[in-house]
């Protein structure tokens, strides 16, 4: 079976192509136009992605040796995300479903992020957990099998990721924000300030405390002070706050772990790079006797790669796309 895989959810344009269950290509591309910004622009990632994905897909083709005669099915992230950037990839793939009589997959994004793990030859067993942090989503999920999972807990408000990138934006650091709070926090004293860890009931999370804790300590600086002072503690501040969403992501998971019983644990989506994030879950895992599982850093951002085997195994299930499926923003993962 040789399938495709489209991802056009936010600013990265990507495809991938699956052969038989193993990874032949992977390309991404990466949108520019937002780094003045400091954040996406809905508006310039669509056109973007409109100007890139039949480039993108043909690289695709290249690297994994075949032709677009070759392709058995074709998988597309159906939502959530940017409506407009997730319409580019959605109809590229019912055209190209159309014109070449192949099967289409309709992928829920979550879903390409929990199959990211089986892109490696390590792969954890079933059941597992599975902690996916990004700029748009943090969940803890049970796994019970490829595109079936049971949701356990998830944040309130502001996912991690997106917490990275807006106290990024307030300590003038550039967009995104997470990768430069992460750099900066290993040179930094995470013991600086004590920034408040929100618990919950359960396995539920909420980030916009800490947030709004960091906008209150800058503010109780004098202005006219306030340069001089993030000059002189910015890794110490990056290295606090990080510090304390750590801490708010491991407390959940380790107790989902103990109270299922269950060894083995993934950690998926674009916070996962995050090396503190990495470093203390090893510990806890390691602590419970478990194993922790990343997919490759090329595989924790959005990619195709992801789709392209979540779309592998929906097929082998049975699970296929009519043509009147459409774009979901919103959609949840069931």
């Not at 939502?79 to 014109?99: D, E």
């Not at 299922?260 to 644990?265: F, R, Y």
Request: include cysteine; aromatic fraction near 4%; proline fraction near 4%.
């Amino acid at each position: 079976m040789t399938l495709l895989g489209i991802e056009t959810s936010c600013d990265d344009t990507a495809a991938a192509v699956i052969i038989d269950g193993r990874l032949a290509s992977s390309v991404v591309s990466t949108q520019l136009e937002h780094a003045d910004w400091g954040g996406v622009v809905p508006e310039l990632a669509s056109r973007a992605h409109e100007r890139a994905i039949v480039p993108v897909v043909q690289k695709a083709l290249r690297k994994a040796a075949i032709e677009r005669s070759d392709l058995d099915a074709i998988a597309v992230t159906v939502g959530p995300g940017l409506i407009g950037s997730l319409l580019v990839g959605v109809s590229f793939a019912k055209a190209t479903s159309l014109a070449l009589g192949i099967p289409l997959v309709a992928v829920n994004h979550l879903d390409g992020h929990l199959a990211s793990l089986f892109l490696s030859d390590l792969q954890p067993a079933f059941p597992h957990l599975n902690l996916i942090v990004s700029g748009g989503h943090t969940q803890i999920m049970r796994v019970i099998a490829p595109g079936q999972s049971e949701l356990l807990g998830k944040t309130r408000d502001d996912a991690a990721g997106e917490a990275f990138d807006k106290v990024g934006k307030l300590l003038g650091l550039p967009y995104p924000g997470g990768p430069e709070i992460d750099r900066r926090a290993r040179l930094g004293n995470s013991a600086f300030h004590a920034f408040p860890r929100t618990r919950l009931k359960g396995y539920d999370m909420s980030f916009s405390g800490i947030k709004t804790s960091v906008l209150y300590h800058l503010n109780a600086i004098e202005t006219s002070e306030r340069e001089a002072y993030l000059h002189r503690h910015i890794n110490d501040l990056c290295a606090s706050f990080q510090e304390a969403v750590v801490d708010m992501l491991v407390a959940p998971v380790k107790k989902a772990m103990k109270d299922h019983g269950i060894k083995d644990l993934g950690l998926v989506g674009g916070v996962s790079a995050n090396s503190r994030l990495r470093g203390k879950l090893e510990s806890m895992v390691l602590s419970l006797q478990g194993r922790l599982f990343v997919p490759p850093m090329a595989y924790c951002m959005d990619n195709a790669a992801m789709i392209a085997m979540a779309g592998y195994h929906q097929l082998r299930a049975g699970r296929k796309a009519d043509l009147t499926v459409t774009a979901n923003p919103s959609l949840v993962l069931a």
